[in-house]
């Protein structure tokens, strides 16, 4: 089993909805989550990072971490067709195992007009 | 501002052929890191080097070897590449539990 499960999609809503992607987890250790977009033969791009519990929010996007039942979620209000990409978890348990993450499969998005 | 250069870009090999990929940052940062992502397999670590002189092997380093060169340049080598390597390569930097910023890639394709 994957520490870290996220479903691939593909995940196709229209413009100006309310998008919600998710992924669970294995490991009570992991305490810093985070999220990043990636386009199309771009590399990731760190779009929310939080630590332990907790919502974050920045603009249209919420990233909510519950650690007791091991699940993260990022919401996307008002959606764009620029949020079109690929969305990707990842976790780390930081302390002394420094900055290695493990990441999820990646959920594509596409937002039509 | 920079951040994460991968160079080359685009590279395509011959089964055996060795290679370099080359890796440098500019944001001082202390940690370096090798991926691979394959479709459906999501991003792998191959290897990473949590300080200048120090390097570990991640979860697929076989096959690959690394060298931190410096603090700002971390380089992957295939000694002898096989068709199993083809994929994209990505190279990310970070400072001790702050986020990985990562370069645009090396598309690897090796017939």
């Known amino acids: 089993q994957k520490e870290v499960e996220q479903d691939p999609g593909p995940l196709s809503v229209p413009e100006g909805a309310i998008v919600s992607l998710n992924c669970t987890y294995s490991?009570?250790?992991?305490?810093?989550f985070m999220w990043y977009r990636q386009y199309s033969r771009k590399g990731p791009e760190l779009l929310m990072y939080?630590?332990?519990?907790g919502n974050k929010e920045d603009g249209r996007f919420t990233a909510q971490v519950d650690k007791s039942s091991k699940y993260i979620s990022l919401f996307i209000r008002d959606s764009q067709p620029s949020d079109s990409a690929t969305y990707l978890c990842a976790m780390s348990r930081g302390g002394s195992t420094l900055g290695r993450l493990y990441f999820g499969r990646g959920t594509q998005l596409t937002v039509w007009p | 501002n920079a951040g994460v250069t991968q160079t080359p870009k685009f590279q395509v090999l011959k089964t055996g052929q060795s290679m370099t990929l080359q890796c440098a940052q500019d944001?001082?940062?202390?940690?370096m890191y090798w991926y691979r992502q394959d479709p459906g397999m999501g991003l792998r670590l191959i290897y990473y080097?949590?300080?200048?002189?120090?390097?570990d092997k991640g979860e697929v380093p076989n096959g690959y070897n690394v060298s931190r060169l410096n603090k700002r340049e971390f380089s992957l080598r295939l000694e002898s590449a096989a068709p199993s390597q083809t994929s994209v390569y990505f190279c990310a930097s970070s400072e001790r539990n702050q986020p990985q910023h990562f370069g645009d890639g090396t598309r690897l394709s090796i017939l």
């Open positions: 944001m001082n940062h202390n940690s």
């Open positions: 080097s949590a300080s200048e002189g120090t390097t």
């Open positions: 490991n009570s250790a992991f305490q810093y």
């Open positions: 939080t630590y332990s519990s």
